[in-house]
């Protein structure tokens, strides 16, 4: 674990870790966006036989095994069953209120000039869960509920095929619970594709896989990267990179919790990022001691990868004022920051840059991980400098309105329109509005 003072980060932070293209990677993700684009489904098969070691007839995976890997997880895991329940309410009231924010207007600009937005959910929403390392079965209710929520005509799940050739039950339990258990054919669809190749195969379409007009989710580096080449063709929720947080204390901040929570986000792989501010050498040094005896307590595979991520890009950075630390918060963007200070409300008016905020000692980032309601996709790689987490804005789409009426308002727009574009010099657009004289 890294510890350095405010005066050595602005030199530090030059080169920090973040979103870089692998060459190799981008090679082999165009190949297969290309392969998917040309070959279809039989490319599709091939790379799945490739990447999966599974041989499918077919990749939708048929509404009633995820009705069925529900009931068998109520059955053999109903603790685990309850919390996906109470953590799926939480979401879906959630982003059942950010819908209600966004609103369709019309307002009268001045007479006869009418302008106005109106809202409208794309027709076809597909989200992406990994099931590597460790399956995200809790993706599947942060990327669903909001698309339902938004009014998504269908949502279309795509993850990589188990040995049986279906995605792993907890995911497709979790889809279950995110149509409310019932009968969701016809709104809900699953298909046993993944990596590269199950984004080309959303964002193309195939003979058998339907092409989506938004894809959603985590993933790896080749997800990322088919992500990227593919924005454009297909809308995206955002390219993710590694997952990171910032824990910012103050003299009175508990250097246990900071490291409990620092663990949270290392334990994910070798290139998360967990970082801390503090007030004092002390309390980094409390912090860093924290670690190790914490990452001494974690099973074998999940504390491999923490001492990884810590040794290789760890970092715990000693502030000098409220000031310098809100500046150096604002420089790191961080996916998550937490706030772990005596009178945040004086701290969060300056704080503008991160995914999600978590205030206070409390306010555990794997609570917004799994059960508070807020969204876990969150941007990465300091990305926050300029985009915000999954929601239901990213299954919407605010498109505009005008509706003219004669009056004296829509006379002096018509002749503004028509002076404007004399002067760009764009006579048929001058000639447009001209037409429209003395018609008010």
Not at 156 to 180: E, H, Q, T
Request: proline content about 6%; glycine content about 10%.
């Amino acid at each position: 674990m890294r510890i350095i003072g405010e005066e050595q980060f602005d030199s530090y932070w030059k080169n920090p870790a973040g979103n870089r293209e692998d060459p190799s990677v981008e090679r082999t993700v165009r190949e297969i966006i290309e392969d998917i684009r040309s070959g279809g489904d039989e490319a599709l098969r091939r790379y799945t036989e490739r990447f999966d070691g599974v041989s499918l007839p077919r990749f939708e995976v048929p509404p009633e095994k995820a009705l069925a890997a529900w009931k068998e997880l109520c059955g053999q895991e109903p603790e685990l069953a309850a919390a996906l329940e109470l953590a799926a309410a939480h979401i879906r009231r959630f982003a059942e209120l950010q819908r209600s924010q966004i609103a369709d207007f019309e307002t009268e600009m001045s007479p006869g000039l009418f302008t106005g937005q109106r809202v409208i959910p794309v027709e076809r929403a597909a989200v992406y869960v990994p099931a590597g390392r460790f399956p995200l079965f809790s993706s599947v209710l942060m990327g669903a509920i909001p698309a339902l929520a938004a009014g998504a005509g269908e949502v279309v799940l795509a993850s990589p095929p188990m040995k049986d050739g279906v995605p792993d039950r907890r995911i497709l339990a979790a889809l279950a619970l995110s149509g409310g258990n019932g009968d969701f054919a016809g709104k809900l669809r699953v298909f046993a594709i993944g990596g590269a190749q199950a984004i080309a195969a959303l964002a193309l379409g195939t003979e058998t896989v339907p092409r989506a007009d938004v894809v959603a989710g985590p993933g790896n580096k080749y997800v990322a990267a088919a992500k990227r080449m593919l924005s454009g063709e297909v809308g995206i929720d955002f390219v993710a990179g590694p997952t990171d947080v910032l824990v910012v204390l103050d003299a009175e901040g508990d250097a246990d919790i900071a490291a409990a929570d620092m663990l949270a986000q290392a334990e994910h792989d070798p290139d998360a990022r967990a970082r801390a501010l503090v007030p004092d050498q002390s309390a980094a040094e409390k912090i860093a001691a924290a670690l190790e005896i914490r990452l001494a307590r974690l099973p074998e595979r999940p504390g491999r990868a923490a001492r990884a991520s810590l040794d290789s890009g760890g970092l715990i950075v000693v502030y000098r004022s409220k000031e310098s630390a809100i500046r150096i918060a604002n420089a790191i963007a961080p996916e998550h920051l937490e706030l772990q200070t005596e009178n945040a409300g004086e701290w969060i008016p300056f704080l503008k840059n991160y995914g999600s905020l978590f205030i206070g000692r409390l306010s555990a980032e794997v609570l917004g991980d799994y059960s508070a309601g807020i969204n876990h996709t969150l941007p990465t790689s300091g990305s926050a400098r300029f985009s915000g987490g999954l929601s239901v804005r990213h299954f919407l789409k605010t498109v505009t309105t005008l509706r003219c009426v004669p009056g004296a308002g829509f006379e002096q727009a018509r002749k503004a329109a028509e002076i404007i574009g004399e002067a760009e010099g764009l006579a048929a657009h001058a000639l447009s509005a001209a037409a429209r004289r003395g018609l008010s």
